[in-house]
């Protein structure tokens, strides 16, 4: 099976998942924020980010490094899984004590309590889910993760729509996360049960010294990637309060999809890495220099649109009452960016047994995020937030392509920077004819796509390389729907 074949048939069932899930979200976003208003809104939002920094804590890296090794020898399914499961429900237990002790010495009111604990429980569920997602990524049956998802987001949608609807209050709304994600769970239970071997528990020490010693830095970049992601809204929500914690949210939740979506696409992308690595590293450099591109060409025209319409996608989304942080999404926007290219960047380094490296960086990330974070939200509150990510993720990005410049897999300088100008005209082109419509989002939203697709032409950003193994995707997806 070539690589192109394995990443269209990783990917485009994570895409389809992709896009039902953040249809889902942006629908359940819309009737939520509209509802709770900024406050209670905000409040739900200090539930994602703490329970986004706490939950990583529950696996530590254990079966992100299963899937690599599991991706290379599927015979090693059931030891790997089964050792990292049961230290999965024992990191789990721990984290939910420490962090039902850490709101309960906190100053929340008794409200804020119940949704936090909720969102705990949550925490718990989603563990688990991801941990059978991890399963079924490293044998490439994303069928199932596909389907997971979708039970989670159609639940919790419908679940919180009915509890709208019969104006329940904050911390009703906040009962739906868990329950959906339950769901989720019995779905992934019921297809590991009977489709995969039975997990066994390994216990020479050997087996896991080498679990712990090789996985932990996944787990520990995750933890620092998670606090300099989370720690603005942790931050705001303690020195500004629930209703900046809101205003900053609303336009963060944007950029979160775009963390989804590349979620998903790192996914299927990982396992396939991880194989080229041990049999053809020239095909694995080739494969990492054309996804850095097409994540460059996918995040630099959605920037420059979100900077033009900010105000009007914010109001469209959230409301009126939102409006006065819409100057955020101008700015968090760009994060997106860097996301995307430092992302592809992390994928790689752990492919390659870099995950050490990777480590270092985030560590460095978190730590400059906690001090930069601190100083802007004390001076410019949710707007000094935003300039913080921003900066954070750059810095992030910089470090990766420095560490990757030391290897095989550089990006050759003379061949990288014609591409970054193409791209880089074609989206301007996109935004100078937007800024001359002069029209609504919604009715300029097909004309960039249409406008900014011909100026990737004109400037040649897609050469003919570029069309072959699009077209080629293209035709592999249509024959696999």
Partial sequence: MSVATRVVKNSSLLLIASIINNIMSFILTLFTARYLGTYNFGLISSATSLVGVFGIFCDLGLATYAIREVSRDNELTDFYFGTTLVFRVLFTVITFIIYVLFIMSSNFTQEGINVMILFGIYMIFNSFVLFFYSLFQSNENMQYQTIGNAIYSISVLLIILVMIFDNCNVTMVAAGYPIAMFLSLIYSLFITVRHYPRFKFCRKPKFIKKLFIKGIPFGITAVFTSIYFWIALIILTFLSGSVAVGLFSSSQKLLLVIA????????????????????????????????????????????????????????????????????????????????????????????????????????????????????????????????????????????????????????????????????????????????????????????????YVIALFITRAINKEDREIIFDMINKLRNKI
């Fill in 260 to 451: 989804a979506i590349f979620t998903f696409f790192s996914n299927a992308v990982f396992p396939v890495m991880s194989e080229l690595f041990t049999v053809d590293k020239e095909k694995l450099a080739h494969l990492f220099h054309k996804l850095l591109k097409f994540m460059l060409m996918l995040g630099l025209p959605m920037a420059i649109g979100c900077v033009i319409f900010n105000s009007e996608i914010i109001n469209i989304i959230y409301g009126a009452e939102y409006v006065e942080g819409a100057i955020t999404l101008s700015i968090l926007i760009w994060a997106g960016v860097f996301m995307l290219l430092s992302g592809m960047c992390s994928t790689l380094l752990g492919s390659i047994n870099k995950q050490f490296d990777v480590t270092k960086i985030a560590a460095i990330g978190a730590l400059f995020s906690v001090i930069l974070n601190y100083i802007m939200i004390s001076l410019y509150s949710y707007i000094g937030a935003s300039i913080s990510t921003v900066f954070t993720e750059f810095m992030i990005f910089f470090m990766m392509m420095t560490v990757i410049s030391h290897t095989e897999y550089k990006l050759p300088l003379k061949k990288a920077v014609l591409p970054v100008i193409q791209i880089i005209i074609a989206s301007s082109i996109m935004g100078i004819c937007l800024i001359l419509l002069n029209q609504s989002f919604i009715v300029s939203l097909p004309i960039a796509i249409i406008i």
